[in-house]
């Protein structure tokens, strides 16, 4: 049996997270299937109700893809309640290259990728910087306060 893999976040302004995490993830927004102008197009050529989808929705992507196919479809679903609690999940962007490469080689990755995405939106949280275990990583939150590293 074949499986696909789609991650679902909950937010509060999708077209926002489509931006913040394309840039984050190096993925891309997914167009609306061929032969349809609009997310919210194909949903209703699909027959979903007009009352089932928020003012807005569908008229720009929702959704980021891998433009290599490996990664999951990721989906920003609008809902009206904000974010409360910490995230049970989160994502770990591994951009130092792990332990083969030399700690100043791996903080300087991860500092030129912190300063990337900080432009495009995420607040540092802290920066973890354990040299005497050879560690360092930075603990983020996108621009509706989901908590992610950079390792």
Same mark, same amino acid.
């Given at each position: 049996m074949e499986m696909t893999v789609q991650l679902t976040i909950d937010c509060s302004d999708p077209q926002r997270m489509v931006t913040f995490w394309a840039e984050a993830l190096g993925y891309v927004p997914e167009p609306a #299937?061929?032969?349809h102008a609009t997310w919210r197009a194909y949903w209703a050529s699909m027959g979903? #109700? @007009? @009352? @089932?989808?928020?003012?807005?929705?569908? =008229?720009?992507p929702e959704s980021i893809i891998d433009p290599s196919g490996r990664g999951p479809r990721v989906w920003f $679903?609008?809902? #009206? @309640?904000?974010?409360?609690a910490k995230n049970r999940w989160h994502f770990d962007l591994k951009v130092g290259g792990g332990r083969d490469v030399l700690l100043e080689v791996r903080r300087q990755r991860? =500092?030129?990728t912190v300063a990337r995405l900080a432009k495009a939106g995420a607040t540092v949280v802290r920066i973890k910087d354990e040299p005497e275990s050879g560690f360092y990583a930075a603990a983020l $939150? =996108? #621009?509706?306060g989901n908590e992610f590293d950079v390792v």
């Open positions: #299937p061929a032969g979903v #109700p @007009e @009352e @089932e989808l928020p003012p807005g929705a569908g =008229d720009i $679903q609008q809902v #009206p @309640e904000p974010k409360t991860v =500092d030129t $939150q =996108d #621009p509706e």
